[in-house]
């Protein structure tokens, strides 16, 4: 792969980690960037160089363009990888890349920007051969909003067209919901987005959320690498990850990944990304594309054996993927548990020094994670301090192996989600597959035993 040489990972906590593994393993030297806050990460450790990039507040050093840039220039890193979050699908940061001669190890900024805004998103998905949620066409406003909501029939959901994170979203279960609820999601989507732009979807009731990986090469070669279960969710946020999906047999996850490789190949989209959809009663509605790798990409590396950092890589340089569809094979099954340091119960943040610290291990287990013996969680970043991917032949060895390795998972110093890992194993529920996207809620909001 001749085009990279030095990659700078703009990115810290476990999945700095992760990018750096990749470039060792493929001989490319490593730049870790980091704020004041992060001096003594595992990522900087490791890293070939380092660099500081400001003070703690992520504006300042993770999302600050500039230093970035001067860090590469100084370094004379000529790729950079943006981990996930952060610069990760922040077209501008493409773009000034591009200006600079430095590769970003991603899509280019026009298929960041398309599939940035969700109406655009929705609307080339639906161009490029993808199921979508039934839902207005274009922006929603007071004065139409009533008239759509009819349309498409109710309950509905008004949706920002820049959202992300859950936020800005408002159910609409009748005629008379529907004003109030466009005018809240407006006022929520411009303060937290800067843009008061909403559409309009049907509600689905009890969907699950699953989502297909997806990687092309930039020149019209695409492959889809399966499905990922990730209904179990709190506030929108995903906390248990499964491939492959126990709602799903081959035929249905061939076939809808399929649909996402054609219409990768379709738009000549470069790099990893995820399609994002609702199912519910055997039909598939995309909700939206991630253009960037994922949290939760190690369970489809673990039942496909590719490392999808590689794959990132090796096509940012231009030298392909290195494998096509028909030699890709899925073996078992495997289940990721974000870890965050946080109450297990009620979530609140818990960040402090790690007083003792002991991975499991044996086969099938995997832990991604930046933290060690002794390490202080700064309390300026997201909670998640590792993951936990487990994997077995089959879903019920998979889940055996689980509960196993989650006795052996020692942290000592700070509260762990790992307590709620360990009352989900032995949920029958879980145990079933037997569970929709609203599951995990209603679970927490039952008293306590
Ligand atoms: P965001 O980018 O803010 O995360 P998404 O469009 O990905 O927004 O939706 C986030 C979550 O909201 C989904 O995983 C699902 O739980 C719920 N959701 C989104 N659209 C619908 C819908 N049409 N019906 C029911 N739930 C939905």
């Known amino acids: 792969m001749p085009l990279i040489s030095k990659v700078l990972i703009a990115n810290r906590g476990e999945i700095a980690l992760r990018v750096l593994r990749a470039c060792k393993e493929l001989g490319i030297a490593t730049v870790a960037v980091h704020s004041t806050a992060d001096a003594d990460a595992m990522h900087v450790r490791l890293a070939d160089e380092s660099v500081c990039i400001g ?53 280019t900024a026009d298929h960041i920007r398309i ?3 969700k109406i655009t998103a929705k609307e080339t998905a639906k161009a490029l051969g993808i199921p979508v949620v039934p839902g207005s066409t274009g922006e929603v406003r007071p004065e139409n909003a009533l008239e759509i909501a009819r349309e498409i029939g109710f309950p509905v959901l008004i949706k920002a067209t820049a959202g992300g994170g859950g ?52 020149e019209g070669n695409a492959i889809h690498l399966g499905e ?38 379709k738009l000549k989209y470069r ?17 939206e594309m991630n253009t960037r790798l994922q949290v939760e990409h190690p369970i489809t590396e673990a039942i496909t054996g590719i490392d999808l950092v590689h794959e990132q890589i090796r096509v940012a340089s231009g030298a392909g993927l290195s494998v096509t569809q028909d030699e ?22 818990s960040p402090g020094t790690i007083t003792h610290f002991h991975a499991p291990g ?25 993951k936990l991917i487990v994997h077995g032949r089959t879903r019920v060895e998979c889940m ?31 145990a079933n597959g037997d569970y929709d996207i609203h599951w995990l809620e209603h679970y927490l909001a039952q008293p306590a035993e």
């Open 167 to 218: 936020r800005g979203m408002k159910v609409a279960r009748n005629e008379d919901e529907v004003e109030e609820a466009v005018s809240t999601a407006r006022s929520e989507a411009a303060a937290a987005f800067g843009n008061d732009a909403v559409y309009m979807e049907k509600y689905l009731g009890k969907p699950r959320h699953i989502e297909i990986q997806v990687v092309g090469d930039g």
């Open 362 to 386: 044996g086969l099938g287990v995997r832990v991604d994670s930046g933290a060690y013996q002794g390490y202080k969680i700064p309390p300026y970043y997201d909670s998640l301090i590792g």
């Open 115 to 117: 599939m940035g805004d």
């Open 228 to 265: 990922r279960d990730c209904s179990l969710q709190r506030r929108h946020q995903k906390v248990w990850e499964e491939a492959n999906s126990p709602a799903l047999n081959v035929e249905q996850r061939m076939k809808i990944g399929e649909i996402c490789a054609d219409a990768m190949r």
């Open 400 to 430: 055996m192996r689980l509960r196993r390795v989650l006795d052996e998972f020692v942290i000592d110093g700070i509260k762990t989600t790992l307590p709620l890992f360990q009352d989900l194993i032995n949920n029958q529920d879980i």
């Open 328 to 349: 890709i094979v899925f073996q078992g099954h495997a289940i990721e548990c974000r870890i965050n340091a946080e109450d297990p119960r009620t979530f609140v943040p």
């Open 271 to 287: 790099g990893a990304g995820t399609v994002e959809f609702l199912y519910e009663n055997g039909e598939f509605y995309f909700i």
């Open 55 to 107: 003070p703690p507040p992520s504006r300042d050093s993770y999302l600050n363009i500039h230093q970035i840039v001067a860090a590469c220039e100084i370094t004379g890193a000529d790729a950079v990888h943006p981990g996930y979050g952060f610069l990760s699908e922040n077209a501008k940061f493409a773009d000034i890349l591009d200006a600079h001669g430095i590769t970003f190890i991603g899509p």
